[in-house]
């Protein structure tokens, strides 16, 4: 981009953002919602059709999100054309800021007394960057920040959604809580991530089978989850279960 160029985009996105147009919501008063991210893309971060359904299901229905992320430094960066590791770093909340818009804090400022709910996206960095999942399964460790604010927004009886391989984030931290990453079965391989299943229930919490489309509440502990690509199918079921666990999220907080 020329310099000039740059020079004039400064002022444009003043202007847009003076007649209400940020990537933020400003629609009717609404929930206040937190959406927690872990780095961009799906293989070594969040997974963006994830978090970008997430806040289309949470702007539709006149919901008001923040966008949080740790700085922390990501497990490591994959290259998402070759699948294959490169030599460099980068950090969680700088590239979580890319799905953001700029518009995004450090975790460590999330409050569960300034939300009325939490929400994290799946991807790999879901079980990389938030915890040690993807390398320790059953016995992963959560990041810090993480496990305080599960039990921050459980204490509170504050809902918490969740989605592909981020339940095992809450299984771990709160154990005996419902969760569901699909179906317990590879079935040809329309569920080839479904060994999650068994390890969810080795940590202590239930597993409970739930297709795609659809969202699984437990509603003793205000918790909701979907199995979104945890599933091989096709994006609108995907979009649909997250529309369904963003919902039932929205009507959690005013029980």
């Known amino acids: 981009m020329h310099h000039g160029s740059a020079m004039l985009l400064r002022p444009l996105a003043v202007l847009l953002r003076s007649r209400g147009f940020s990537s933020g919501t400003r629609g009717p008063p609404g929930s206040r919602v937190a959406v927690v991210l872990s780095g961009c893309g799906v293989f070594d971060g969040t997974e963006i059709h994830e978090a970008s359904a997430i806040l289309v299901h949470l702007s539709?229905?006149?919901?008001?999100?923040?966008?949080?992320?740790?700085?922390?430094?990501?497990?490591?960066?994959?290259?998402?054309?070759?699948?294959?590791?490169?030599?460099?770093?980068?950090?969680?909340?700088?590239?979580?800021?890319?799905?953001?818009?700029?518009?995004i804090k450090d975790l460590c400022g999330l409050r569960a007394d300034e939300h009325d709910a939490v929400i994290f996206p799946g991807g790999f960095g879901a079980a990389k960057n938030l915890s040690t999942f993807a390398t320790k399964g059953k016995d992963c460790e959560v990041n810090a920040d993480i496990k305080r604010v599960l039990m921050e927004f459980h204490k509170a009886r504050k809902p918490i959604g969740l989605c592909c391989i981020a339940p095992v984030l809450a299984a771990r931290v709160l154990p005996g809580?419902?969760?569901?990453?699909?179906?317990?079965?590879?079935?040809?391989?329309?569920?080839?991530?479904?060994?999650?299943?068994?390890?969810i229930t080795v940590m202590g919490a239930k597993h409970c089978v739930t297709d795609v489309?659809?969202?699984?509440?437990?509603?003793?502990?205000?918790?909701?989850?979907?199995?979104?690509?945890?599933?091989e199918t096709k994006l609108h079921q995907i979009f649909d279960?997250?529309?369904?666990?963003?919902?039932?999220?929205?009507?959690?907080?005013?029980?």
């Open 60 to 103: 539709r229905r006149g919901a008001d999100y923040q966008l949080y992320a740790p700085d922390v430094s990501q497990m490591h960066v994959i290259d998402h054309v070759k699948g294959e590791p490169v030599a460099e770093t980068r950090n969680v909340l700088v590239e979580s800021a890319r799905i953001a818009r700029g518009q």
């Open 241 to 255: 279960g997250i529309g369904q666990m963003v919902q039932s999220v929205l009507k959690l907080t005013a029980n």
């Open 177 to 199: 809580v419902e969760v569901t990453v699909g179906h317990e079965e590879e079935e040809g391989g329309r569920w080839p991530y479904a060994g999650t299943a068994a390890a």
């Open 213 to 231: 489309d659809q969202a699984h509440v437990d509603c003793e502990n205000k918790i909701v989850t979907t199995p979104a690509f945890m599933c």
